[in-house]
């Protein structure tokens, strides 16, 4: 069986990496050459968007998935036969749009914060402020790009502006005790994989450190939560759910149609990674039904790889490097550690600048 790859970045290198214990081949659809994914796979080179590159991907292959959201569902739509597409082109026109997202995750019962549509400097007008917000645009926003924090209307009309007056919504800021996420696994048997709720820790919108939590009540609300998004979409594949946790309730933040950078710790610290049980989901593999997890954490590298050496002898320490190019607050690798000693904490954290 052939899956193909839309999208060569490093979530698609670490499936094809994750296939080697698979019965798979895969391929991957990039324009460029050297792309993270690339670098180790086969690989079809032209735009993400191009129609004549998507229906070779599609002829070439049994299962087709994608590693980013920011995709043309009007030309994937007409190209791809939907039977092959994993998760469904349903689910990732909602993960495409955060007010698209918001309506649902909320018919669905699940709180999110407090928002409101804007899409003109009149739907700005009679906005009466209690408390700081975040404009964020509807498409293209991630890693807190495409979001800018308000607290009156001159600073939102001129944020608004900065969008090119683009739509976006109005999203109140929560006072969370701390943010964490869950990973989960569904295949076409309805059977689902719950990993470990994990916290984690941000700077200006980017994640930096996850470590896993050991909280049976908001694991059940997290699994409970995913159950109600995952079946009502038919979701098959690997789903990673965002949250904010206040006062021992679990808020939605965004949901993440794909494999997640909060489930990086997987690789290094279960049986099976989230990228393996993504493949597995997907192509209707077993799954297993043992979760055995070690004490890990990962930390993000992220503008340029530092030198890393006197970690590389460390035997719970595991180093993974992209390939990317250095550029500021991009993800470019990262570090997974078990069962860290507070001196390995501090040495790799003081190395990583966190």
């Known amino acids: 069986m052939k899956v193909g790859i839309i999208g060569g970045g490093q979530l698609a290198r670490m499936m094809i990496q994750a296939s080697s214990r698979l019965p798979l081949d895969t391929v991957i659809l990039d324009p460029k050459k050297n792309s993270p994914a690339g670098l180790i796979g086969e690989s079809i080179i032209a735009e993400l968007n191009d129609p004549k590159a998507l229906e070779e991907l599609s002829n070439s292959c049994d299962i087709i998935t994608y590693e980013l959201e920011h995709l043309d569902l009007e030309i994937l739509s007409s190209v791809l036969d939907p039977k092959k597409v994993f998760p469904n082109l349903k689910i990732l026109k909602i993960a495409q749009d955060r007010l698209l997202e918001k309506k649902y995750i909320n018919d669905l019962d699940i709180d999110t914060a407090n928002f409101r549509p804007i899409s003109s400097i009149e739907d700005i007008e009679n906005i009466q402020f209690d408390s700081d917000c975040f404009l964020k645009l509807r498409k293209s926003g991630f890693d807190g790009r495409g979001q ?3 607290n009156d209307q001159k600073s939102l009309i001129t944020g608004f502006q900065k969008f090119e007056c683009l739509p976006a919504i109005l999203e109140q800021c929560i006072e969370f005790d701390f943010e964490c996420s869950i990973i989960v696994g569904r295949n ?5 994989f719950f990993y470990p709720i994990t916290e984690n820790l941000h700077h200006n919108g980017i994640l930096i450190h996850t470590k896993l939590l050991n909280n049976p009540a908001l694991q059940k609300q997290a699994e409970d939560i995913a159950r109600k998004i995952m079946g009502s979409s038919n979701y098959i594949g690997v789903m990673g759910i965002e949250f904010f946790n206040v006062s021992g309730n679990l808020i939605v933040n965004e949901i993440a149609p794909r494999v997640h950078n909060s489930g990086h710790w997987t690789i290094d610290g279960a049986n099976c990674s989230q990228f393996e049980l993504h493949l597995r989901c997907i192509t209707n593999l077993e799954i297993p039904h043992e979760i055995q997890i070690q004490d890990v954490q ?3 590298i992220l503008g340029s790889m530092p ?19 250095p550029r500021e607050n991009r993800k470019i690798g990262h570090i997974n550690g ?8 501090q040495a790799i954290k003081q190395l990583l600048l966190l």
């Open 307 to 325: 030198n890393l050496a006197s970690l590389s002898t460390e035997t719970n320490i595991f180093i993974h490097d992209y390939k990317k190019s």
């Open 298 to 300: 990962m930390f993000n």
């Open 188 to 192: 076409k048997s309805d059977e689902y």
């Open 148 to 150: 800018l924090k308000v």
């Open 338 to 345: 078990v069962s860290l000693n507070n001196a390995q904490i």
